[in-house]
């Protein structure tokens, strides 16, 4: 056994032999690793892709998604390759994304992204309404999108007493923007001034609110809406917008008046002059 070793020291003392050893290590390290970066850009790679054509501004569902494979080389680092990153996002509202197309971090962006994001999420049924603001009446700008708020009334009774009460309650606000319509919150190292809150209601509620902004104009009436926030943001199921004082509605529809739907003429009416 000593013998054994001996002779294994001697060997491995040999300069002939390292080299020999070294060099045959050497050649092992280039094969092996060649290889292993060939059949990394050879193996093809599962990611998703348009299954249709998706036009600017679509919600991507998960039915316009397939898998494909590709070469390495085609993804880059703004290629998604998980799906989750792409469902319920939207495309990028300057791009079409052909059918086949892979997915890119420039083309599918959130719908908070869209430049008009406000009106995204109106709910079928409702209409926006901008209402009005300042940093006064959004209480030192802390109305926030997708905070809740009240809608108040101020106005002149018809004897000019002022009168004040709850309008419509828990209204959702959509985006609160400043007076060159960008989005006050979107950009928190620029100071923007809240101009304008945009939020959705009911048809009926968006023109008693529209009767509104023009009794504004009458002196007599001297009408005003005020948002109040509420605690309905902070609630896991907040309550339910609904229409809060029926005298106030009443009183609104007195001194501006009220067309009846089915009195509106139609556009085809022949007695309508064109």
């Known amino acids: 056994m000593g013998n054994l070793i001996f002779k294994l020291k001697r060997f491995l003392q040999n300069k002939n ?114 209402l009005s603001v300042n940093t006064s009446t959004t209480y030192g700008n802390s109305i926030f999108p997708d905070n809740y708020i009240d809608i108040y009334l101020k106005a002149l009774d018809a004897d000019g007493k002022p009168m004040v009460g709850k309008l419509i309650e828990n209204v959702k606000v959509l985006a609160v923007k400043d007076k060159s319509g960008r989005h006050v919150f979107e950009n928190s190292e620029e100071e923007r001034t809240p101009a304008i809150i945009i939020f959705a209601v009911p048809e009926d509620m968006h023109v008693l609110l529209r009767q509104v902004t023009y009794l504004s104009n009458v002196k007599s009436v001297s009408a005003e809406l005020i948002p109040v926030p509420t605690t309905e943001s902070y609630s896991a199921e907040p309550g339910a917008l609904r229409l809060t004082s029926t005298a106030l509605k009443n009183f609104i529809e007195l001194n501006v008046g009220l067309i009846p739907e089915d009195e509106i003429p139609s556009v085809e009416d022949p007695s309508i002059e064109q």
């Open 17 to 130: 032999t390292v080299t020999i050893i070294g060099v045959a290590l050497i050649l092992a390290i280039l094969y092996f690793g060649y290889n292993w970066r060939i059949n990394q850009e050879i193996t093809p790679v599962k990611v998703p892709c348009a299954k249709e054509t998706i036009q600017p501004r679509t919600k991507i569902t998960e039915d316009m998604i397939e898998y494909i494979e590709v070469l390495p080389r085609m993804v880059n680092s703004d290629t998604i390759k998980n799906i989750q990153n792409i469902v319920g996002k939207w495309s990028n509202y300057n791009t079409l994304i052909p059918k086949g197309s892979l997915f890119y971090t420039s083309t599918v962006i959130t719908s908070s992204e869209l430049p008009d994001s406000a009106f995204v999420n109106i709910p079928d049924g409702y209409t926006a309404f901008n």
